[in-house]
């Protein structure tokens, strides 16, 4: 199963240092102005809200800053958002004015072009790139004329997966200045019941925070309101700098009378699956450690000290062993070994002693690593009732041995045999990940990156935890024959204590009085089953609830998690079927307007006029994207004036409502752009 990931965000709204150069008149007076206070730079981020509704884990997040240009010139402004890598990008507008610039999601190719060509009427590039260890950036441009407001609005949608027996948000907040209204609005709405509910802050002290957030749940309902105000926000009593610098966090964690859960609204169905207090099952690990030259100094210590913690952490009923490569492949016993309190100190002694030495040879490493798995269970030299995983650790690429990916992933693939998970851990940034994930995922485990920071070692024990105490394995969901439709992943190797197991699909008859979910694993003792029967008339009684966050949220999570696992399935696939699972994950992406790494949005300004545009990418595509007003259109090239798209009421054909029409607004009386003076067009009495 997909191991927990954290819910993430943050967000970054900085004006631009260079002001945009449009012509202005040489007659305009220049004076100095006394500016407010959080104006940076001549921009004003008044404010910033972040709207997080949470409906069954599936969050519906809306970001929204609000700025003005005070100065007397056109000012560039960027708005940067840190969106979460497993987050999908649902709509982005930008309104100046009161004129609001909507996004279309389309097929990325289709973006491209459109984006090319609004470039090669030289319009200027942003950037959309991954940007952190959880998170990717979002980052739009746009010239604002002298005294305008500008809005940007993005939301995205992400389901919260359960993480060490809580589901967290994430939020990383910088904005760079002091901001007149900043507030960060959660409302979570569980069925089952919210169990705890926390709020916290890196950047601010307890008693502070105390003051600035309000936090309260009862029953399904949940509330959290972080807004501080100007002087709470001040690094200083006397600053005029922001300390809003660092992580904001909301975990909570719901009711469970009963291991599942199932909702079902309008045809479409979820299911989650937690049991608690099951026996862990023992595991057979069997570390496999690159410990070639590149290794040298800071990575190799770290990898020691995770591994010395993990040593601490291990049940006596688990085996395990160390595998090193380089050049050659050593390993710290000839098969997997008890964790027996003497084995351990052992093992320790071991781990302190590994030292770096020569080239890279993971085909090997791995080989000799699934071998011993293999052996241990084949000999009945562990538990019958015990679980095997294969953890690899790597900072490069094979350069000795077996050196071909293709290669490396075949051999792995078909020693394996599907009978156990490979997690491979990259560390750094100089190897293949593209290469590790796809091993990873084509044997039923995953890869994570390993940041070479000061935390690695932390990172290297925390995905060991998601892993260690495994509750079940060979974990089944089922459901009535012919009466689902389009189920996403049902089939898991292993259930880890804390995670959860989510289940999403389509009913063949939404009329349907009741419905059945099974859910068969082995576990440390027997093998077991647990069934959740549904009363769909109570189950539409308990949800009507459900509209106080936001409707049809199951037909997006499931349309969220199908394209998920698409795409992951399209990694490890080849020709035909690699083709196909790219098809379906397109159509569901622009069904249900999802930005994914197959599709992009356009930004454009109202009734498609291609001159303003713009592509929001998934982040971490690398994509150069573009969000440009093209404000002065023309125009402002011929004449020192400024001038400004807009909108304006005409009552010719409605006298008491009127019709918005597009307008331009031409300031500074018309200077540069008409002979003489603007008196001189003025007609008295012409109604």
Known sequence: MALALWSCLALALLPSLAASSFPRSPFRLLGKR??????????????????????????????????VNRADKAKEVSFDVELPKTAFITNFTLTIDGVTYPGNVKEKEAAKKQYEKAVSQGKTAGLVKASGRKLEKFTVSVNVAAGSKVTFELTYEELLKRHKGKYEMFLKIQPKQLVKHFEIDAHIFEPQGISTLDATASFITNDLLGSALTKSFSGKKGHVSFKPSLDQQRSCPSCTDSLLNGDFTITYDVNRESPANVQVVNGYFVHFFAPEGLPVVPKNVVFVIDVSGSMYGRKLTQTKDALLKILEDMREEDFLNFILFSGDVTTWKDHLIQATPENLKEAKTFVKNIHDQGMTNINDGLLRGISMLNTGQEEHLVPERSTSILIMLTDGDANVGESRPEKIQENVRNAIGGKFPLYNLGFGNNLNYNFLERMALENRGLARHIYEDSD???????????????????????????????????????????????????????????????????????????????????????LKEQDYIFGNYIERLWAYLTIEQLLEKSKKA??????????????????????????????????????????????????????????????????????????????????????????????????????????????????
């Not at 307007?593 to 930004?603: A, E, K, N, R």
Request: aromatic residues 8%; glycine residues 8%; proline residues 3%.
């Open 574 to 687: 080849h020709g035909d079927e690699k083709e196909n699972l790219t098809a379906q994950a397109l159509e569901l992406s622009l069904k249900y307007h999802f930005v994914t790494p197959l599709t992009s949005m356009v930004v454009t300004k109202p009734e498609d006029n291609e001159d303003q545009t713009a592509i929001a990418d998934k982040p971490g595509e690398g994509t150069e994207v573009k969000l440009q007003r093209e404000a002065n259109w023309a125009l402002w090239e011929n004449y020192g004036t400024e001038l400004r798209g807009g909108s304006q009421k005409d009552y010719r054909m409605d006298a008491s409502v009127g019709t918005k029409v597009m307008c331009w607004f031409v300031h500074n009386n018309g200077e540069g752009l008409i002979d003489g003076v603007h008196t001189d067009y003025i007609v008295p009495s012409l109604f």
């Open 34 to 67: 006394s500016l407010p206070e959080g104006v940076v730079d001549d921009i004003e981020i008044y404010s910033t809200t972040i709207s997080c509704k949470v409906t069954s884990r599936f969050a519906h997040n809306v970001v929204t800053t609000r700025a």
């Open 456 to 542: 690695a070692h932390l990172q290297l024990q925390g995905f060991y935890d998601e892993v260690a105490n495994p509750l079940l394995t060979g974990v089944e969901v089922e459901y009535p024959e012919n009466a689902i439709l389009d189920l996403t992943q049902n089939s898991y190797h292993h259930f880890y204590d804390g995670s959860e197991i989510v289940v999403a699909g389509r009913l063949v008859d939404e009329n349907i009085n009741s419905f059945k979910a099974d859910v068969k694993g082995h576990g440390a003792i027997n093998d077991l089953t647990f069934t959740e029967e549904v009363d769909m008339k109570e189950m539409e009684e308990a």
